[in-house]
């Protein structure tokens, strides 16, 4: 009994390390396959964070101009409020023609250079108020649908695909 005994022990104690090898090499397999999966969501951020990089220097290129644009609105909005107050009979005094041929011209060259630049005008009469691209300033009665644009104060303007500056508009109410 005393040998049967002493070959179990041996049998349990050649099987101990065979388990414990085995327990150790699952548990590094379960590291290895972690750190794979680590490796593989950090390259991940990696190309989302490039992806990203890349996006918003197309963006910065693209959309750069956006505030000198605005100021430059204003300059275009003083123009065409300056042709529109000429009277048609200074228009057609020989000594305002170069005058209002030149501003004219320098309108043409403002459009010029916004189209250039992606920077478009929204339209807006005759259109269903879109609250995206047109602001809402008064309601004029009118045989109009309710909605409808009838009145421009201030021109909006889009730069690419994005709103710049919203018209300003008079919009038809419903009729009482």
Do not use: C, W
């Not at 505030?67 to 409020?81: C, E, I, K, T």
Request: no cysteine.
């Amino acid at each position: 009994m005393d040998n049967d005994t002493t070959d179990l022990r041996d049998e349990t104690a050649a099987e101990a390390p065979e388990v414990a090898e085995h327990d150790r090499s699952a548990e590094l397999e379960a590291q290895l396959a972690e750190a794979k999966q680590q490796v593989l969501y950090a390259q991940a951020e990696v190309q989302n964070v490039r992806r990203r990089a890349e996006k918003d220097a197309v963006d910065a290129r693209a959309y750069a101009a956006t505030a000198f644009a605005r100021d430059v609105l204003s300059v275009a909005d003083n123009l065409s409020r300056a042709l529109a107050a000429i009277p048609a009979d200074l228009r057609a005094d020989d000594k305002m023609k170069g005058l209002v041929t030149g501003l004219e011209a320098t309108g043409r060259e403002l459009d010029s250079v916004f189209a250039r630049h992606g920077i478009t005008r929204i339209a807006a009469m005759g259109e269903t108020l879109d609250p995206n691209r047109h602001q809402a300033m008064l309601e004029v009665p009118s045989d109009q649908p309710a909605g409808t644009i009838v009145q421009e104060m201030q021109s909006g303007y889009m730069i690419k695909d994005r709103l710049l500056r919203p018209a300003l508009v008079g919009v038809a109410k419903k009729e009482d």
